[in-house]
């Protein structure tokens, strides 16, 4: 699965429960685990993106799921320099996000141990790179992009 970083306000989580399920309108659905803080953010502000990162980037992109956002504030403990989203207006991506979705929140689906929510896509950008070396969550804390892989140890 393609790891991406949800960011809500300031506040970002990696997630890698998502998918595209409709193009008109284009909507993402996403699953955030109830205990999660950016599940209350998401509700509160009604807004998010979907980053996602150059491999290079995935030792602070997978520490950001070990930190609470009730807690500290990620972006500040990680050095991670954030910006202003193009169509959301309480919510901040990083700055060297290769690919950003920017979701508006659309309706709230039947919740199982993970909140269900789905994104109408506001605004989407990209660069070449976004394609070149991903970062993939094969499980547990196990990662891999093309042709190398990566064990997170907290």
């Not at 998401?42 to 997978?62: I, M």
């Not at 070396?133 to 499980?139: A, D, K, Q, S, V």
């Amino acid at each position: 699965m393609r790891l991406a970083l949800l960011a809500a306000g300031e506040n970002f989580m990696p997630m890698a429960w998502w998918t595209p399920v409709s193009k008109e309108p284009f909507r993402f659905l996403l699953a955030v685990d109830r205990k999660n803080h950016t599940l209350s953010l998401l509700r509160e502000l009604g807004e998010a993106a979907l980053c996602f990162l150059p491999w290079e980037e995935r030792a602070w992109v997978v520490r950001a799921g070990y930190l609470s956002g009730k807690r500290v504030r990620k972006a500040e403990r990680l050095g991670v320099p954030l910006r202003p989203a193009r169509a959301l207006a309480q919510t901040l991506i990083p700055e060297k996000a290769v690919a950003v979705f920017e979701l508006q929140v659309a309706e709230w689906p039947t919740d199982g141990d993970h909140a269900l929510f789905l994104g109408n896509v506001v605004h989407a950008e990209g660069t070449p790179e976004a394609k070149g070396r991903p970062i993939l969550f094969l499980g547990f804390r196990d990662f891999a992009t093309l042709g190398e892989r990566w064990r997170f140890r907290p």
